[in-house]
């Protein structure tokens, strides 16, 4: 990871909350969402691309969200809980995480909230406040080689592939000149897609 994948988070670039769209609010999470976080962490389909594939145990939901809440107080930002302004209820996540790739961001919604664009909707107030308040200048993304859905969100956002996205633990691993735009995470094939803040987004004072 390159310094400029990095972009360590500065005093002074603060979100308010909730992030709103016409259907959603997102906000972070509290130690209060476990519960509601586990039917979402817990559900096997939906966790099948997300990080090793394997549906969480109430231990491990509550841990997520501690995780969450600790990055968000390190970095301003994070994972946050995704909810239906209809009902207030818990449907999802989605947010921005420091990792080894650059700053990365992520969705996962519930079943019953599939196919309606909702994934969309929140990685895009996502993707706003990350080159708006936050004021940083490049996303990235990985997207399970078998998991074309989440790719067309990308898509939909303007990512597009990363064709140089050999990793420090990738050449140490003698794994460099694999296919263009893939890496490995969690064991498993990813496509790495790349977002670039446009010249005429500047942050908000």
Known sequence: ??????????????????????????????ETDAMAAHALYGDAEVMRYVGDGSAATPEQSAQM???????????????????????????????????????????????????????????????????????????????DAENPASARVLGKLGFHPDIDTDTEADLEAGRAGRREGTVIAYGRPHLRYVLVRPARVRPRS
């Open 65 to 143: 969200v501690e995780d969450y809440r600790r990055h968000q107080r390190e970095h301003g930002f994070a994972f946050w809980a995704v909810i239906d302004r209809g009902t207030g209820e818990l449907i999802g996540d989605a947010g921005l995480e420091v990792t080894r790739h650059g700053t990365e961001i992520g969705y996962t919604l519930a079943r019953p909230w599939w196919g309606q664009g909702l994934a969309t909707e929140a990685a895009r107030l996502c993707v706003d406040a990350a080159f708006g308040a936050l004021g940083l200048t490049r996303l990235v993304a990985l997207v």
């Open 1 to 30: 990871m390159t310094t400029e994948d990095a972009q360590p988070h500065t005093a002074g670039m603060a979100l308010r909350f909730p992030l709103r769209s016409g259907r959603l609010l997102v906000r972070p999470f509290e």
